[in-house]
């Protein structure tokens, strides 16, 4: 159980293009879902946390108009990387927590993650 | 700020050497988490550590979590090819519920 997916796992666009990246948990509800950044080498960076039915809450220095995320359901989060630059090429990960009472609340289980590119 | 460090950066080990990786606090934490990450792969959630002192034991991989619960380490045993790959602790920020990653240790293991 708690098996996360993400789609695409790879995606080159060129400057100036959206990308949508999309994050679900295929064997349980997520009340709430993190998207993180990888720099090649690097440890992850909080991006932002998503919330079923509210609104996204993003770390300092997130700009929330590039970065625009929509939790529709309980299984599906959606990062949308508007007018992308090359400087937004990196390994985008979401995480998610299941609801149920048998996993911790910060057990989190991460999608496979996204290789954006921008050219 | 709230700071989780890692050390070391990068191990290389012969196949059969134990391997140890050591995570450090700034601040008390509530629980530790213990994630692999191999090449090319994402993270993947290895333990978690809730009570101080807390010793737990996954095969050839050992889990302490201080008795101030402000460090942890992840010892394995006669390292294999298999166990190539970067380990994340990781720990509650202050006051919510994300989770602020260390470093991470990448451990490269020659057979």
């Known amino acids: 159980g708690a098996v996360v997916s993400q789609h695409p796992s790879r995606v080159i666009c060129k400057s100036g293009t959206s990308v949508k990246i999309e994050c679900r948990s295929l064997d349980f509800q997520a009340t709430t879902m993190f998207w993180y950044r990888q720099f090649p080498k690097q440890s992850l960076m909080l991006m932002a946390t998503s919330n079923e039915g509210s609104k996204a809450t993003y770390e300092q220095g997130v700009e929330k108009d590039k970065f625009l995320i929509n939790h529709a359901s309980l299984t599906l989060s959606t990062l949308t990387v508007t007018s992308a630059h090359p400087e937004d090429s990196s390994f985008y990960i979401c995480?998610?927590?299941?609801?149920?009472?048998?996993?911790?609340?910060?057990?989190?289980?991460f999608g496979p993650g996204t290789r954006l590119t921008v050219t | 700020g709230q700071q989780v460090m890692q050390i070391p950066q990068y191990q290389h080990v012969q196949e059969g050497e134990d391997f140890t990786t050591y995570c450090n606090s700034s601040t008390t934490l509530s629980n530790i988490q213990w994630y692999k990450q191999r090449p090319g792969g994402h993270p993947v959630f290895l333990i978690q550590?809730?009570?101080?002192?807390e010793v737990k034991k996954q095969k050839r991989l050992t889990f302490q979590f201080g008795e101030a619960k402000k460090n942890s380490s992840l010892h394995i045993t006669a390292t294999q090819t298999t166990d190539v790959g970067t380990y994340f602790c990781?720990?509650?920020?202050?006051?919510?519920?994300?989770?602020?990653f260390g470093a991470g240790t990448r451990l490269f293991v020659k057979a």
């Open positions: 990781a720990g509650p920020r202050t006051g919510g519920f994300k989770t602020i």
């Open positions: 995480s998610a927590t299941p609801s149920s009472g048998e996993f911790s609340y910060y057990e989190q289980y």
């Open positions: 550590l809730v009570k101080s002192g």
